[in-house]
């Protein structure tokens, strides 16, 4: 029972990051774009601003928010080296691509 109700506390907590610090990386990310005089409102450049927050996120919780949780499985592994090399430079990629697109 309580692995069960450490996951559910989990999945609260993937939640409440994923809304805190996705709404403080998209209001970094939009100060920027005005900043550089680039409107971020469109739809097209919206949607991949937030994807690559979603991927930043991401390798965020598998490197270090997960180890802090209320979940105690066994299954907690670090992404690799790589591959959180590759997600994060695909993540700035696209955030520099995104006002391109639209």
Not at 9 to 18: P, Q, S
Not at 50 to 64: A, D, E, T
Not at 90 to 100: G, N, Q, R, V
Request: aromatic fraction near 8%.
């Amino acid at each position: 029972m309580k692995k069960g109700l450490g996951a559910g506390l989990e999945m609260i907590r993937i939640a409440i990051i994923l809304l805190i610090f996705g709404s403080l990386l998209g209001g970094l990310v939009k100060l920027i774009y005005t900043g550089f005089g680039i409107n971020g409102d469109d739809t097209h450049g919206a949607w991949l601003v937030g994807g690559s927050i979603l991927l930043l996120l991401f390798v965020l919780y598998r490197n270090k928010l997960q180890f802090s949780g209320f979940y105690k499985g066994d299954e907690k592994v670090k992404l690799p080296r790589t591959i959180s090399t590759i997600l994060v430079s695909s993540s700035i990629l696209i955030l520099i691509i995104a006002p391109i697109i639209h």
